[in-house]
C-alpha cells in the first residue's frame, strides 16, 4: 500500500490503533463511500465503467487490508486455553478442519484392564505421524484419550467418597491459569447449574499435570490452562426418569451458559479459558495442546497402574488450515474424527434453522425458557468435528436415538444407485433423507456413548479403518494397521471398514454387531417404507394433477418475429449474450454436456470489469486440497446423487410418519410445466405463493436493496400462512420492471428465514431468467434454493430450434424434437453440477445444498451479511449500489428508454456480443471486456521473438502489465520497503538465479509440440528444469546425443498423474525428478481432460492412447492421498 494512502486512512479514522482499521462498520461505511463517489449516469446506460475505474482505484490500495472483524470480548483474564486469533487478513477460524488419526481398544468382556489402556496410549504413539505439530517441534496440535471411567482409581484418589461406578458423574474442565478471581467465578457458575438441575455437588479434583515431564513448547504453554475434574450425583431422593447421562449432557451445557453470564460474556461468545471437556457417569477425557507421546507424560493419571479401563479411544489431531488450542483437541465428547466435513456450513445454518422446530423437553427433561437458554446446537467456535459431535449428541440424548442408528442418519452410505440394497433399508435411508442432509466428506468417525463403540466410513470410503478381534475378546480399530503389535496366532479375525459400513461393539452385550445385521434391525423399528409411500409427495403427480398448463408469456417477447430475434428483449435484460448462445448453451443442447474450453481465462474479475456482470461472476468455487482428496464424478456415479426432499420438515428429535410428508425432487432443475404445477399446487395440505422479485424502474438503485428486504418479509409471512413452498419468479420483468439478481434473492430469503429459524418450514424455488449455465445452478443451491425453473434458457432453446441452429433427430432432416434438446440440456447442467461437487469432494445435492462452498470476490460486507452470510469476502468490493446500477444497464439494453431501431438495423437482430470469451475491440462506443492476451500485446511479443528485440519485449511487457492492473488483485499489488536495495555486485548472478528455474507443467497436447520441445530446449540451455506434465514425453526426445549428452528436447522433470498418460519406466528413469500430481493446477480438483480431437498422431503415440479418443484423467484421488 502507498505510503501516502495509508497516512489518509489514517487520518481519517483519528488516533486509533492498528486494530481498529479493522472495526466493520468502518469498513462498511469507507467502502460505501466508494460506491457512492462512483455514482450513476443515467439509468440502465453504459454507465458504469467510471464507477468501476473509481472502484479498483481503491481496492488498490486496500488490497492487502483484511475484511474479517474482530469478535466481542469477555471477561479479561491473563491466560488462555486457545491462541484461536480473530479473523484477520486471510485467516478464518470459521474455515477450520480436522484431518487426524485415530483408533480404540476395547474389552467385549467390559473388565477394565491396565494394558487396555497402556496399548491405546502406544496406538497413539505410533500415529504421531498422522498428526501435527507446528513451528515448534514440541507444541503439537492436539492428542488425547477417551475412556471409561476407572472408578476404583477416583475412589482412591478423592477426598471425598463416591457413589457407586455409575451413579455418578465426573466432568473434566480447562479453567483460568492463574487468575483465581476469573477461575472463582467459573467453579460458582458451575456448581449454581448444578444445583439448578438437582445435582449434589461431592466435590472438585485438581487433575495433576507435569509440563517439565512432557517437554512442552511454548505456544502449548502459554495457552495451558489449570485441568480439574468435578464430581456430582443426582440429589437423595431424586426419582427422574431422564436416563443419569442425558441430564448430565444437559448439566454441561448449562454450565457453559451460566458461566458465560457470570462472565458477562454473550450467549454467542466462545470462552477463550473455559471448557468442558467431558462431563459423563461412563466416559472422561484427557486431552491437550499435545503431540501423542506427550500424553501420558503430561498427565501423571494416566501413568498410575490403578488407572484401568474396558474402553480406550484415542486421537491425533492434524489442524487442517487452523491454529491449534487446547479445546479443540480430541477426542470430543461422544467421538473422535479423521477426516473433513466439507459441507459444514451447509449442515450448521440447517441445523440453526431446525431449532424452531425442536422440541426436547420431554426427553431432556427441561422447560421451553431454558431449552430456549441451551441453543443453539452448534455453539460458536466450533470446528466441523466439533460441530459433527454436538449434532451426534442431540440426536442420541435428546433424540433418544441410538448410536449407529444416529451414524446412518448424518453419514449414510451410498443408497439412491444401488438396487442390491435390502429394501427396508434402503426405505430407512430414503425415509430420513427427508429428515436431514447428510454430512459429507471423507470421514472416519469412531463413536462411544461408554456402552457401545464403532466406526464407519463415509460412503466414498476416503479414509482408512482397519480392526482386529483377539481370540481373548480385544477390538482394536485404528486408522491403519502396526499401531498395536498382536501375534498372528492371537487375531481371530480382521478386516477392514468399507465405504458406508459400520463396526460397532456392544460392551453389555459382549459382541461386535454385523454391519448387514444391525442395519436390518435398525431398518426393521418402524415400517418407513410405507411411511415413504403415504407421504412423500410426488413431482410427477402434481404435474398430473395440475393437467394441462398454458406457458406463461414471457415480458417483452415479439409475437410478430422467430426465432431468437423474438426474444432479444428478455434475452438482453437478464444478461444474455451471442457468446452464451453459442458457446455455452448450443454446445449442452447438442450433445448432452458442457463445452470444453482451453485452460485458464485472461478475462477481468467481475469486480474489475467495465461491462455490466451477473452476481453469480463474483464467486469462485473452492476445491478439496491434498488432506481432503475430491471425488470422480464418471467413475464413482453410485455414490453421487441429485435427487432432494424440500418443503416444510418434521422435528429432527422425533420419528414420525409425517416427517416424510415432504416434496421429492429427482433434480434441481424443473420445466415449466413442473413449475406451474407447484405454483397452483393445493395437494395434501400443500399450498406455494408466488413472490414478486422485481421493482419498479423509477425506483432506480435504491429499488434493489428494498425488493430484498420486502422478499424477506413476505417468504416470512408465508410461512407465517402455512405455505409450503414460495416461488421466487422474475417473470414480471417489463419495460418498467427491473428483475432482481435470482442469486441476491434466494441468499437474501435464505438467510433470513435461516436467521428467523423458519428456513426449514418451506422450500424455496426460483423461476428464472437468469439462470443457464453450470456455475449458475451451482451457486443458486449453495446459497439455498431447492429447486430452479430456467425459463428463459428454456424458451432459448426453442428459439435456437426455430432458427435450425440444433442438431437434426437421428436419420431425420428435421431438428431434434424440443424435448429432447431441453433434455439434453437438463443432463448437461445436472452432470456439470455433479462435477462441481465432486471437486470439493460432494456426492449429493442434499449436502451441497446451503453448503456455501464458494469465496466472494469482489463484494462488500452489506452485501454478505445481507445475501451469503458466513461467505469469506477478503477483499471487500461492489456493494449493492454497484449491483443495482449492472442490473439497470442490463435492464435498460432489453427495454430501452429510448425508441427501438427501426428493423434492419444490426441491434435489432441480434444480441450484444461483449467479447467475454473472445477478444472483442470496442465498438460504436459500447466497451467490451478487455483481456490480458490483448492483440497489441502480443504483436509485439511476436515481433520481439522474430527479431531478438529488447524494445519490442518491453512494449509487451508494459502493455501487460497494464492490462494485469485492470484484470487481476495481483496486478494491483506494488513492493513496500524501506531497506536499502541490496548492490547487485552482492547479489548471486543471473546465470546461477535461472538454473533454479522450473516451467510450468504444461502437457504435450494441451500444448503443441513445437511449445512443449522449446521450453524444454531453453531450459536446458539456461540449466534450469522443464516439466513434462501429465501427458508423457516422446521417447524420440529421450534418446541421448551421439556424444553421451543428454537431448536439449528432454525435460528433467517427469510427471505422473492419476490418469497415468504415457508413463513408462524408460520415460521415469530419463528424469532428474519425479513429480506425483497432487492436484490439477488449470482446474482444480478435477483431473486433466483433452479432447478428442487432440488425441492425434503423435499424441496418440506419446500418451499410448487411442486416436481420437477423449482423455480425462480422474482427480488425485486415494492413492495419491495415501503417498
Not at 223 to 229: I, K, L
Not at 892 to 920: C, I, S
Amino acid at each position: 500500500m502507498a505510503s501516502s494512502h495509508a497516512a489518509a486512512l489514517s487520518s481519517a479514522r483519528g488516533a486509533g490503533t492498528p486494530s481498529a482499521f479493522l472495526a466493520d462498520p468502518l469498513r462498511r461505511s469507507s467502502i460505501n463511500r466508494v460506491n457512492r463517489d462512483g455514482g450513476v449516469a443515467r439509468a440502465g446506460g453504459f454507465a458504469t465503467g467510471a464507477h468501476r475505474s473509481a472502484l479498483r482505484a481503491k481496492l488498490r490500495g486496500r488490497i492487502c487490508r483484511p475484511n474479517r472483524t474482530a469478535g466481542r470480548g469477555v471477561m479479561p483474564v491473563e491466560a488462555k486455553h486457545s491462541a484461536v486469533p480473530e479473523a484477520k487478513g486471510l485467516f478464518d477460524p470459521g474455515n477450520d478442519r480436522d484431518a487426524c488419526g485415530v483408533g480404540f481398544v476395547g474389552e467385549l468382556s467390559k473388565t477394565p484392564s491396565r494394558r487396555n489402556v497402556t496399548q491405546a496410549l502406544e496406538m497413539l504413539v505410533r500415529m504421531t505421524h498422522r498428526g501435527a505439530c507446528g513451528c515448534e517441534e514440541n507444541t503439537g496440535d492436539g492428542a488425547g484419550i477417551l475412556a471409561s471411567i476407572p472408578h476404583d482409581f477416583f475412589a482412591q484418589k478423592c477426598a471425598f467418597d463416591l457413589p457407586p461406578a455409575g451413579d455418578y458423574g465426573l466432568g473434566m474442565f480447562y479453567l483460568p491459569k492463574d487468575d483465581p478471581t476469573a477461575r472463582g467465578v467459573c467453579v460458582e457458575a458451575v456448581e449454581a447449574a448444578c444445583a439448578e438441575l438437582g445435582f449434589d455437588v461431592l466435590g472438585w479434583r485438581d487433575v495433576p499435570t507435569d509440563s517439565g515431564a512432557a517437554d512442552l513448547g511454548e505456544s502449548a504453554l502459554a495457552t495451558e490452562p489449570d485441568v480439574a475434574q468435578l464430581f456430582v450425583a443426582p440429589r437423595d431422593g431424586d426419582q427422574s426418569a431422564i436416563p443419569l447421562e442425558t441430564r448430565l449432557y444437559v448439566l454441561r451445557r448449562l454450565a457453559t451458559v451460566r458461566t458465560k453470564q457470570a462472565r458477562g460474556a454473550p450467549a454467542d461468545d466462545v470462552l477463550d479459558d473455559f471448557f468442558v471437556c467431558s462431563l459423563s457417569s461412563r466416559t472422561v477425557v484427557y486431552k491437550g495442546q499435545l503431540k501423542p507421546d506427550q500424553v501420558m507424560s503430561y498427565f501423571p493419571d494416566l501413568q498410575d497402574e490403578s488407572f484401568t479401563a474396558y474402553l480406550s479411544l484415542v486421537h491425533s489431531r492434524f489442524s487442517t488450515n487452523t491454529f491449534p488450542s487446547w479445546d479443540r483437541a480430541q477426542p470430543l465428547h461422544m467421538m473422535g474424527h479423521n477426516g473433513e466435513i466439507n459441507t459444514l456450513k451447509g449442515n450448521s445454518n440447517w441445523m440453526l434453522a431446525r431449532e424452531g422446530l425442536i422440541d426436547v423437553t420431554e426427553k431432556l427433561g427441561v422447560s421451553d425458557a431454558l431449552q430456549a437458554e441451551l441453543a443453539p446446537t452448534i455453539e460458536g467456535g466450533l470446528s466441523d468435528s466439533g460441530a459433527f459431535d454436538a449434532v451426534l449428541e442431540l440426536l442420541v440424548k435428546g433424540g433418544g436415538r441410538s448410536l449407529a442408528e444416529a451414524m446412518m442418519l448424518m453419514i449414510p452410505e451410498a443408497w439412491q444407485n444401488n438396487p442390491h440394497m435390502d429394501p427396508a433399508r434402503r426405505a430407512f435411508y430414503e425415509f430420513h433423507s427427508a429428515v436431514m442432509e447428510p454430512w459429507d466428506g471423507p470421514a472416519l468417525v469412531t463413536f462411544t456413548d461408554g456402552v457401545q463403540v464403532g466406526a464407519t466410513l463415509d460412503r466414498n470410503g476416503l479414509r482408512p479403518g482397519r480392526f482386529y478381534l483377539t481370540k481373548t475378546g480385544r477390538i482394536v480399530m485404528a486408522s491403519e494397521v502396526g499401531v498395536v503389535d498382536i501375534p498372528p496366532e492371537e487375531i481371530e479375525q480382521k478386516g477392514r471398514l468399507r465405504p458406508g459400513n459400520i463396526l460397532l461393539v456392544d460392551f453389555d452385550k459382549g459382541t461386535i454387531l454385523q454391519d448387514a445385521d444391525m442395519k436390518a434391525k435398525i431398518a426393521a423399528k418402524r415400517p418407513y417404507a410405507d411411511w415413504v409411500k403415504n407421504q412423500v409427495i410426488e413431482l410427477d403427480h402434481l404435474v398430473a394433477d395440475a393437467g394441462a398448463v398454458a406457458k406463461p408469456a414471457i415480458s417483452g417477447a415479439r409475437d410478430d418475429a422467430n426465432g431468437v430475434i423474438g426474444l432479444l428483449a428478455p434475452l438482453r435484460a437478464a444478461g444474455f449474450t451471442r457468446e452464451a448462445l453459442d458457446m455455452i448453451l448450443l454446445p449442452m443442447i447438442g450433445t448432452g454436456s458442457e463445452a470444453l474450453g482451453s485452460m485458464g481465462n485472461d478475462a477481468p474479475l467481475a469486480v474489475m470489469s467495465e461491462i455490466p456482470k451477473l452476481t453469480y461472476e463474483y464467486f469462485k468455487q473452492m476445491f478439496a486440497q491434498v488432506t481432503n482428496p475430491p471425488i470422480d464424478p464418471i467413475r464413482e456415479e453410485v455414490v453421487t446423487s441429485l435427487e432432494c426432499m424440500v418443503g416444510p420438515e418434521g422435528d429432527l428429535v422425533t420419528t414420525q410418519e409425517s416427517s416424510a410428508h415432504r416434496l421429492r425432487l429427482r433434480s434441481p432443475l424443473l420445466t415449466f410445466e413442473q413449475m406451474e404445477a407447484i405454483k397452483s399446487m393445493d395437494h395434501m395440505g400443500w399450498t406455494s405463493r408466488v413472490l414478486d422479485a422485481t421493482y419498479d424502474v423509477d425506483e432506480g438503485t435504491a429499488g434493489l436493496e428494498r425488493t430484498l428486504d420486502r422478499l424477506a418479509l413476505e417468504a416470512s409471512a408465508a410461512v407465517a400462512d402455512g405455505v409450503a413452498c414460495v416461488v421466487i419468479s422474475d417473470r414480471a420483468q417489463g419495460p418498467s420492471r427491473v428483475a432482481v439478481s435470482s442469486l441476491l434473492s434466494c441468499g437474501a430469503v435464505h438467510h433470513h428465514l435461516v436467521q428467523k429459524l423458519e428456513r426449514t418450514r418451506v422450500a424455496i424455488l426460483l423461476d428464472s431468467a437468469e439462470a443457464r449455465d453450470v456455475h449458475h445452478f451451482c451457486t443458486l443451491t449453495g446459497f439455498g434454493a431447492d429447486g430452479v425453473c430456467p425459463y428463459l434458457a428454456i424458451e432459448a432453446v426453442g428459439m435456437l430450434r426455430e432458427d435450425n441452429l440444433v442438431p437434426n433427430a437421428p436419420g431425420s432432416d428435421s431438428p431434434a424434437p424440443l424435448e429432447k434438446l431441453v433434455d439434453n440440456y437438463f443432463h448437461a447442467v445436472e452432470h456439470g453440477m455433479l462435477k462441481v461437487f465432486a471437486k470439493m469432494g460432494i456426492s449429493t445435492l442434499a449436502s451441497y445444498k446451503g453448503a456455501q462452498i464458494f469465496e466472494a470476490l469482489g463484494l462488500n460486507s452489506d452485501v454478505v451479511a445481507k445475501c451469503f452470510k458466513g461467505t469469506v469476502s477478503r477483499v471487500e468490493g461492489v456493494g449493492f449500489d454497484q449491483l443495482a446500477a449492472d442490473a439497470l444497464a442490463m435492464h435498460h439494453m432489453g427495454f430501452p428508454a429510448r425508441a427501438a431501431a427501426p428493423d434492419g438495423k444490426a441491434e435489432t437482430a441480434t444480441l450484444r456480443n461483449a467479447g467475454e470469451y473472445h477478444w472483442r475491440g470496442e465498438k460504436d462506443g459500447v466497451p467490451t471486456e478487455r483481456h490480458l492476451n490483448d492483440p497489441k500485446a502480443i504483436q509485439h511479443l511476436q515481433a520481439a521473438s522474430r527479431q531478438n528485440s529488447p524494445d519490442e519485449y518491453r512494449k509487451y511487457a508494459d502493455i501487460t502489465d497494464e492490462l494485469n492492473k485492470g484484470c487481476n488483485l495481483r496486478g494491483m499489488i506494488t513492493f513496500e520497503s524501506d531497506r536499502e536495495p541490496v548492490p547487485v555486485d552482492q547479489v548471486e548472478p543471473a546465470s546461477n538465479i535461472v538454473k533454479r528455474f522450473c516451467t510450468g507443467a504444461m502437457s504435450y497436447g494441451s500444448i503443441s509440440l513445437e511449445a512443449h520441445s522449446t521450453l524444454a530446449r531453453a531450459m536446458n540451455r539456461l540449466g534450469g528444469k522443464s516439466n513434462t506434465g501429465e501427458g508423457g514425453e516422446n521417447p524420440r526426445r529421450l534418446v541421448p546425443q551421439a556424444d553421451g549428452s543428454k537431448n536439449p528436447e528432454r525435460s528433467a522433470i517427469k510427471q505422473i498423474a492419476s490418469g497415468r498418460f504415457g508413463v513408462t519406466a524408460y520415460y521415469l528413469s530419463n528424469s532428474d525428478e519425479i513429480q506425483i500430481k497432487m492436484a490439477q493446477g488449470a482446474k482444480p480438483g478435477e483431473g486433466g481432460e483433452l479432447p478428442g480431437t487432440k488425441v492425434q498422431g503423435d499424441i496418440a503415440v506419446t500418451r499410448m492412447s487411442t486416436p481420437g479418443v477423449g482423455l480425462i484423467s480422474p482427480p488425485p484421488h486415494h492413492d495419491i492421498y495415501s503417498i
